[in-house]
């Protein structure tokens, strides 16, 4: 009877072909999905400068030598063709969806991986049109307004009371990120020997806190220019507040439109805004300051930097700052000395930017909640690993942020020795 009913069994499960294309199909995806971890392990054995442990379906992958200094698990695998198209995009997207999970703190397992992404593989044929984007004044004024034009709200959520979205000038150990900035600011208008009745511009002017500290310290007439709607509806408030409108002013504008304008400057400032330019406009950039900036005019020009002209990360132009790239220093110096500029000092702020990015980062985990109701976890996980990940290439080199301080043509006013 056993017998009977074994051979029953057996004979429909022989009978019933769906049955056995199940199991066939099962299988085959079994090996697929051992093949696609395999090939994504050999994949990730090439960042072993620091060890640490991969865990994926119940396994355990040590990569590199010693005791792990990071755990990654990840709960779904990563095709090996996303890998390979941009490492970047391919784990940045990972973490974002919650399939990459990193135990312990994210900026130090960052802080040990990012250090090695001469080694991460980028097919640019593949991402031509996300990573070589228009510059045209249209496409470039809503890359900007994408980012900037989130919304006051969650930008105050983690910033200073300053709205300061740019490094931080750490003079003391114990200085508060609200230090930093007002320490920043003031560094930055001591170099540029600012003397009461002077006009200063200010390209990509943010909320206006430079502006307002030039104005109230030294009594020069201000204007700012900014693409980001958001921004130009505080900084006018302030200005109102402050009772500046008789010396400060700021418009909507593009910096393109100073090459046509009648208006000239004794001081020109710009803080974070070159890397919105685009490599292919440096020259014009420096051509429309030239412009505007009378003879032996001063220049300060504070921009994030790569050591080499580089074209940008792939996962940062699609999710944070669309059209960014970064400039590097070599560059900048030869546009400006195409415009007559002679550049009289140059200074690495890498390490400021560091601690600025850590500050903020903390600052953004303490009101992730409220982030999170603004817009969605997606969204909370997209900008904790933002300001983690620059905070880290900042420490390893990767970008740094230098200040260049240029008078246009000779300026024989100046003290013989750095004034500031």
């Known amino acids: 009877m056993l017998k009977m009913e074994l051979y029953g069994n057996f004979a429909a499960t022989c009978k019933n072909p769906y049955r056995t294309a199940l199991n066939a199909n099962t299988r085959q995806q079994g090996g697929r999905k051992m093949l696609e971890e ?6 990730l054995k090439k960042f072993d400068e620091y060890p640490f442990l991969v865990k994926a379906s119940g396994k355990e992958y040590l990569i590199g030598e010693g005791s792990p200094l990071f755990t990654v698990n990840c709960h779904k695998m990563i095709p090996m063709k996303e890998l390979v198209t941009s490492t970047s995009l391919a784990l940045g997207e990972a973490y974002m969806n919650d399939d990459l999970e990193i135990e312990g703190d994210l900026y130090e397992a960052l802080d040990h991986f990012l250090g090695q992404m001469d080694k991460f593989s ?3 044929k593949v991402l031509k049109k996300l990573i070589f984007s228009s510059t045209t004044k249209k496409n470039q004024q809503k890359e900007v307004r994408s980012h900037y034009d989130i919304g006051n709200d969650f930008y105050k959520l983690w910033l200073d009371e300053t709205m300061s979205y740019s490094c931080g000038y750490f003079l003391h150990e114990d200085d508060t990120l609200y230090q930093a900035q007002v320490n920043k600011v003031d560094y930055i208008l001591q170099k540029l020997y600012l003397k009461e009745g002077m006009s200063l511009l200010d390209i990509g002017c943010g909320w206006g806190f430079l502006l307002i500290e030039a104005a109230k310290k030294y009594k020069v007439k201000g204007t700012g220019i900014t693409l980001s709607k958001e921004q130009y509806k505080v900084f006018r408030k302030r200005i109102q507040e402050e009772g500046l409108e008789d010396l400060l002013t700021v ?11 009648e208006w000239r400057f004794d001081r020109v400032v710009s803080v974070g805004m070159a890397e919105h330019v685009g490599r292919e406009n440096y020259k014009l950039f420096t051509d429309c300051i030239s412009h505007v900036l009378q003879p032996g005019g001063l220049l300060l020009l504070h921009f994030i930097s790569e050591l080499k002209e580089h074209p940008g990360d792939p ?20 546009y400006l000395a195409e415009d007559g500029f002679h550049v009289m000092d140059v200074e690495n702020l890498r ?12 600052n953004f985990k303490e009101h992730a909640d409220e982030v999170r109701e603004m817009f969605d976890e997606k969204f909370v996980r997209m900008w904790d690993l933002y300001l983690a990940s620059c905070a880290a290439t900042f420490h390893n080199g990767v970008i740094d942020i230098h200040q260049i301080l240029a008078s246009k043509g000779i300026n024989n006013e100046l003290p013989l020795v750095r004034w500031y």
């Open 351 to 362: 390490n400021h930017y560091n601690r600025t990015l850590l500050c903020w980062e903390k």
């Open 122 to 124: 980028t097919d640019r």
């Open 315 to 334: 996962w940062i132009k699609k999710y944070i700052f669309p059209g960014g790239v970064v400039p590097s220093l070599r560059e900048m110096v030869s």
């Open 38 to 43: 395999n090939m994504m392990i050999q994949f």
């Open 251 to 261: 418009e909507l504008m593009d910096y393109r439109e100073l090459e046509k304008s």
